[in-house]
Structure formats: structure tokens, C-alpha cells
């Protein structure tokens, strides 16, 4: 069974400050996504990638994909409160036949940045 | 507007009562999936449904039925219910789930908090 573990849980931070979310597994995976996740609402996409050792960026928010496949980081600078939310990285499973047919998600991390 | 409708946004019922909870799609997705989301247990796939009339269960199916008669329709039926599936629950929708394409975005519904008294 493929696992994708996220840390830290939780974190709490004033605004201004930068962090790293780690997504970690032992498999490999064909891509890797992150999403955040508000309250009340569903999970939206934030970023795909790809290839091993990608790294890719989203105005304060830098994603990277680990030169093997099996990681990601999520690095935010100079946090803002309304970067608060549930943050998911979601691995897209490789099988040698057909497609994959899911994403297998990490268990997420809740980020609370205080003003 | 491209989305994803699940209904009802809540609902609470009874211990063997039999419910469906609706979900549908606007973008002519092929890929569709539920998921169930618990506190410290994270997303967890049920069932999902790679086309019309193709359906495969995820990691938790016990307990659910899903049926995918129409590309933009994927309903989850619970025929018992009972309160371990209690839960936050949300539909997701995708162009395909092709193998490393990039066109694997989920688009997810805003979610159905059912509670099974």
C-alpha cells in the first residue's frame, strides 16, 4: 500500500514568518499535487509536478519534487494570514498496466498564520 | 461556471435508513470519485469510476454502493447506514486519470456533512 506522510500535523505562525511542509513516501510517483483546503469547502488545486527535481512557483508559495519521485516540499515565505488552511499533497500512483485511477493523499497539514 | 454539485450539503439520519447523496459534473469528465474525510484519518477514497459503467473500489468501500450510469452523474448510495460513516464526504471530477498527465486536476465538490444517529 503506497503512503504519503505529511508533516508537520499542525502549525501555528505570525504572519511574516516562512515554513516547509514536508510530504514524504517510500514508493514513487508519477506526479504529485498539492492542495489547500478551506473551511466548509472542498479541497482546490494548487500545483502539479512532474518531473523529479522540479521545482515550481506560485507567487510566495515554492513547490518541489523530490529528484526521486517519492517527495515534495511546500515552502512558504513571508506567510499571510490568509494563506490559513488545510494544506494536501496527493501522490498519483504508478502501475506498469492501464492508468493509475486514483490519488492517494496525505492526511494534510492545518496552518493557522496569526496577524 | 465548471463545477461539481454534490447534494445535500448536510443530512442527518438513521441508523439503516438508505440514502443517496448526489453528485454531478459539468466539464464532461471522465474520472469521477468519492472520497471520505475524518479528523486525523485524512481523504480516503470509496469508489470511483474511470468512465460510464466503470466503477472500482478505492480503500474504504465497505458499506457504500456507486453506480455511473451517465458521464456527468455519480451518485453514493449507502443502503444501511451506520454511525462509523459519519463523515465529511466529497465528490471529485477530472478530465482522466492517465497515467503522469499533467491534466490530472481534481475538482472537488464543496462536501455533504452526514451525520448517522
Known amino acids: 500500500t503506497q503512503l504519503l506522510e505529511q508533516s508537520p500535523q499542525f502549525l501555528s505562525i505570525q504572519e511574516g514568518e516562512n515554513l516547509t511542509v514536508y510530504c514524504n513516501s517510500s514508493s514513487v510517483f508519477s506526479s504529485l499535487q498539492w492542495y489547500r483546503q478551506e473551511p466548509g469547502e472542498g479541497p482546490v488545486l494548487l500545483v502539479t509536478?512532474?518531473?523529479?527535481?522540479e521545482v515550481k512557483k506560485l507567487k510566495r508559495l515554492t513547490f518541489q519534487f523530490g529528484d526521486a519521485r517519492k517527495d515534495s516540499s511546500l515552502h512558504i515565505t513571508a506567510a499571510q494570514p490568509g494563506d490559513t488552511g488545510l494544506y494536501l499533497c496527493?501522490?498519483?500512483?504508478?502501475?506498469?498496466?492501464?492508468?493509475?485511477?486514483?490519488?492517494?493523499f496525505g492526511k494534510g497539514t492545518k496552518l493557522s498564520v496569526k496577524p | 461556471e465548471a463545477q461539481v454539485t454534490q447534494n445535500p450539503r448536510y443530512l442527518i439520519t438513521v441508523t439503516g435508513k438508505k440514502l443517496t447523496v448526489t453528485c454531478s459534473q459539468n466539464m464532461n469528465h471522465e474520472y469521477m470519485s468519492w472520497y471520505r474525510q475524518d479528523p486525523g484519518l485524512g481523504l480516503r477514497q470509496i469508489y470511483y469510476s474511470m468512465n460510464v459503467e466503470v466503477t472500482d473500489k478505492g480503500d474504504v468501500p465497505e458499506g457504500y454502493k456507486v453506480s455511473r450510469k451517465e458521464k456527468r452523474n455519480f451518485p453514493l448510495i449507502l443502503e444501511s447506514p451506520s454511525p462509523n460513516q459519519t463523515s465529511l464526504y466529497f465528490c471529485?471530477?477530472?478530465?482522466?486519470?492517465?497515467?503522469?498527465?499533467?491534466?490530472?486536476?481534481?475538482?472537488f465538490g464543496s462536501g455533504t456533512q452526514l451525520s448517522v444517529l
Open positions: 471529485a471530477s477530472s478530465l482522466s486519470m492517465g497515467l503522469g498527465r499533467k491534466n490530472e486536476k481534481l475538482f
Open positions: 496527493a501522490g498519483a500512483a504508478i502501475k506498469l498496466w492501464g492508468s493509475q485511477g486514483n490519488l492517494i
Open positions: 509536478v512532474v518531473t523529479g527535481g
